[in-house]
């Protein structure tokens, strides 16, 4: 592994480095942990945690390999939205741009984050092709006419087994049709009553922070996906068009006696997470284990 800026690091170094950054973690620290995350699961019972007896305890400190590139792309296409009699940019102003001769403000390095923009020049206007630019269409609920069929009496102008009128309708039989409020048409939803559109090209250009991840091997039997994600201390910084990070994750294998058997529980990270695969006060299944 070479890394630019750190060439005459050696594993040797990351180890000794390792030794003096990382505190060991002893026998209080580990009943610490182990109480605090069967406090967080609610079918775990605290007697274990409290009366365990910690025969032994194996700590490795593994490194984490971070290598996060951040890229740039842009792409072009065609949309529109409704024109409200705005000045349009179109090509009688001028040859639109090529997509990567437009100046943007980047964001900070290695933040991820997607903008459109408008190209210029690429603006024209069109009637609208939902509505044909009448601004609205005839409402699919009443087809124009306003009223529907009375949804308590089903147009009889009576309900069934009552006496008098429909109450609803008054006796008519018809009812105001709820879809277009009784307008008989709806708002085009395309243009919003525009009835034209102003269809041009959008710029998406996208940021994107690409990961690369490495742990070291170890020879606990812990998953591998924890240690990938648990909270470690960085050692080695680089940072330039590509950042690269080294950091330390402690990972302790706490061997214990409870109730004439012995087990084993697992302390990772520097904020002292815990995996344990066979936790001997469990009283259900809907807690999980990690």
Not at 115 to 143: D, I, N, T
Not at 260 to 284: F, L, M, S
């Amino acid at each position: 592994m070479r890394m630019r800026g750190a060439d005459h690091w050696s594993w040797a170094a990351v180890e000794t480095r390792m030794k003096i950054r990382v505190p060991v973690v002893t026998e209080e620290v580990a009943r610490e942990a182990l109480l605090s995350f069967v406090s967080s699961k609610c079918c775990y019972g605290r007697s274990a945690a409290r009366d365990l007896v910690i025969q032994q305890m194996k700590q490795q400190m593994l490194c984490r390999y971070r290598l996060e590139t951040f890229s740039e792309s842009r792409i072009s296409e065609w949309t529109f939205q409704p024109f409200t009699n705005h000045v349009v940019d179109g090509p009688r102003r001028g040859t639109s741009p090529k997509l990567w001769d437009i100046k943007v403000q980047v964001p900070p390095m290695f933040q991820e984050e997607t903008r459109k923009f408008q190209v210029p020049h690429s603006s024209l206007v069109k009637e609208c092709h939902k509505c044909h630019g009448r601004g609205h269409y005839k409402c699919s609920g009443c087809h124009g006419a306003s009223m529907v069929r009375c949804p308590s009496c089903s147009g009889a102008k009576r309900r069934a087994k009552q006496p008098g009128r429909c109450q609803l309708c008054s006796g008519s039989g018809r009812h105001r049709c709820s879809t277009c409020s009784g307008r008989g048409n709806k708002t085009c939803a395309t243009c919003k009553g525009e009835k034209k559109l102003l269809h041009f090209v959008q710029l998406v250009i996208v940021w994107k922070n690409s990961l690369f991840e490495f742990v070291s091997e170890h020879r606990l039997d812990c998953p591998g996906q924890l240690l990938a994600k648990a909270q470690g201390e960085t050692l080695f910084r680089d940072e330039n068009t590509t950042r690269q990070t080294i950091e330390l994750i402690p990972l302790t294998e706490v061997h214990y006696w409870y109730q004439g058997k012995t087990n084993v529980y697992y302390i990772y990270g520097t904020d002292h997470r815990v995996y344990v695969a066979d936790y001997p006060e469990r009283y259900c299944c809907s807690c999980t284990i990690i």
